[in-house]
């Protein structure tokens, strides 16, 4: 299948998050036949973000794209590295990587991020 679309989040349903925030997947395997990408538009409002988490089974970009955060990534002897970020800064987290992401300043943090190999659920 070939898919030849342009997207936007503003063409594409929003979703909240368990935590508050707002995501809207651009691609994914169920609309572009590729199982190897999936792409979305994230917004974590003030206060927000997510607990620290991992993706067993794929890796993922983030491209900060407005505002301000904070990123953490949990080594797995328990160590955390802390990174202050912004607009164009990326960061990268390999399967299994154990992170998170908040907004602990006064404006919403928009990101865009990019997994492989992840599926999401259906959406009507």
């Given at each position: 299948m070939s898919w030849t679309k342009v997207v936007s989040e503003k063409t594409v349903?929003?979703?909240?998050?368990?935590?508050?925030?707002?995501?809207?997947?651009?691609?994914?395997?169920?609309v572009t036949g590729n199982p190897y990408l999936t792409s979305a538009i994230l917004k974590i409002f003030p206060g927000q973000g997510h607990e620290p988490?991992?993706?067993?089974?794929?890796?993922?970009?983030?491209?900060?794209?407005?505002g301000a955060g904070e990123h953490r990534y949990i080594l797995e002897d328990g160590t955390e590295k802390v990174f202050q970020?912004?607009?164009?800064?990326?960061?990268?987290?390999?399967?299994?990587?154990?992170?998170?992401?908040?907004?602990?300043?006064?404006?919403?943090?928009?990101?865009?991020v990019v997994y492989t190999n992840r599926?999401?659920?259906?959406?009507k």
């Open positions: 349903p929003m979703r909240k998050t368990p935590w508050g925030g707002e995501i809207h997947w651009l691609t994914y395997p169920a988490h991992v993706h067993e089974n794929s890796e993922e970009i983030i491209l900060i794209l407005e970020v912004g607009p164009g800064d990326v960061l990268w987290m390999d399967r299994g990587q154990l992170h998170s992401t908040g907004n602990k300043s006064e404006d919403v943090l928009k990101v865009f599926e999401i659920e259906p959406i």
